[in-house]
């Protein structure tokens, strides 16, 4: 295989890694020497390394002919349980603690851990993908974020070798992320951070993004650039849905949400209604079923309703298993966190949604990107979490909508591997 088209990805999250984040680069790799690639990959050894969740069963989807280089790191969230729980950059979930501990922790890592703590993963990852630049003539690069201290690392890989092609992926907002504000930074911080990620925007070759809104707003950063910036949604792997049989419910109205879930997640709305209905009757065999990590908060506000007695909690499960979930399901649920940048988030799992044919029920803002693909796919509708009588109606009519057999295999991994490949060379 030429070596014009061998591609480094380094990534942090990889199997045992669990969650949405691993997936999207762990399909594109099964997919693309398809496509005439040859991939690498970069990723920090597990011992050193702090995940949201681990799924072994990932594992199975790594191409058996794929290089996989792992390297030690520098680990900060060593330093005691308060810290650690308090520099969670991935979801917030346990920013509502508001101990002295907690807050003191916090402002510790909006000031000096930017633009996060796994940046201690860098000088290692810098001196491994240099070594393998050099030794096996790569010419493409990709760095994919968050964690976006991942982005420095294609940042200095460019200012060694200005000929390669740096390819910067971003999955989720720097800079204007939802759970940004909860770790307070004093403004030299913020500063920085917004400098290190207009720098890593106007050097990087190519940049690769999720969605329409999201591109638009890092477009507005470089306003006074031309940068090539392309949407690459994430989306499904085909062959995880293989042996799966569909029941949809057996015969009740089962519910369910399938992800983690943090305080910023709005489901006051959603509860009032679904408990009205509980309460009254009206829907019968209720269960809703919430597969993932839930933060205290979320669980202390469901506690206040009877409802909750028709609620699961599965704590977080291997993602076969989470699939089998949304299949046996008759209405899947989708949280739009609440921000002021919540019309740009996509997440991940609605792609697995879509592909499950299940009716999807959004709360979160109707104008946004996530709600414009469950409309294209006439899959199910969005509300904001306020508008109780439309949810209402919604959960009393949901039978009425019409199976979902809308073609969604322009999701695809194999799909938008074949794009990919078509915008990166």
């Not at 969740?53 to 030690?72: F, Q, R």
């Not at 420095?152 to 390819?167: A, R």
């Not at 829907?283 to 205290?296: C, E, M, Q, W």
Request: aromatic share 12%; with cysteine; hydrophobic share 35%.
């Amino acid at each position: 295989m030429p070596s014009n088209n061998k591609i480094l990805i380094i990534t942090y999250y990889w199997p045992p890694c669990g969650g949405a984040g691993v997936q999207r680069w762990l399909k594109f790799t099964k997919y693309m020497p398809e496509f005439g690639w040859e991939p690498y990959v970069l990723t920090v050894d597990p011992d050193y390394a702090r995940y949201p969740a681990i799924d072994e069963s990932l594992k199975k989807d790594i191409n058996p002919s794929l290089e996989v280089y792992k390297t030690k790191a520098l680990n900060y969230f060593r330093f005691g349980k308060s810290f650690k729980s308090s520099v969670n950059e991935i979801s917030g979930s346990d920013t509502g603690n508001n101990s002295i501990n907690n807050r003191v922790a916090r402002l510790i890592r909006g000031n000096f851990f930017i633009p996060d703590p796994r940046k201690g993963w860098n000088r290692y990852a810098i001196r491994k993908a240099s070594e393998l630049i050099r030794e096996e003539g790569i010419n493409y690069v990709v760095t994919t974020s968050p964690p976006h201290s991942t982005q420095l690392i294609g940042l200095k890989l460019k200012s060694l070798f200005p000929d390669i092609n740096w390819i910067c992926d971003l999955r989720d907002p720097w800079t204007d992320i939802y759970y940004y504000n909860k770790f307070p930074g004093i403004w030299p911080a913020r500063l920085y951070d917004r400098r290190l990620e207009r720098k890593v925007l106007i050097t990087a070759d190519k940049i690769i993004t999720v969605g329409k809104s999201m591109a638009e707003l890092f477009v507005k950063k470089i306003k006074d650039k031309e940068k090539d910036i392309t949407v690459i949604t994430n989306g499904y792997d085909e062959e995880d849905f293989e042996g799966i049989s569909f029941d949809r419910g057996n015969n009740r109205t089962v519910i369910t949400y399938v992800g983690s879930m943090s305080d910023q997640y709005p489901i006051r709305g959603f509860l009032a209604t679904l408990n009205e209905l509980y309460l009254s009757g009206e829907l019968k065999k209720l269960a809703f079923r919430l597969v993932g990590n839930i933060s205290s908060g979320i669980k202390a506000i469901i506690d206040r309703f009877p409802v909750s007695d028709a609620i699961e909690y599965i704590s977080y499960t291997d993602h076969k298993k989470a699939i089998k979930y949304m299949a046996d399901s008759t209405i899947l649920l989708m949280l739009i966190p609440d921000n002021k940048q919540n019309k740009i988030i996509i997440t991940g799992k609605l792609f697995e949604y879509l592909r499950s044919k299940r009716v999807i029920l959004c709360i979160g803002p109707p104008e946004g990107d996530a709600a414009g693909i469950i409309n294209e796919m006439n899959s199910g509708s969005t509300f904001e979490d306020n508008d109780i009588e439309s949810i209402k109606s919604f959960l009393l009519n949901y039978k009425r909508i019409r199976t979902i057999e809308t073609d969604s295999s322009k999701y695809s991994h194999k799909h938008i591997v074949k794009q990919l490949s078509e915008n990166i060379k």
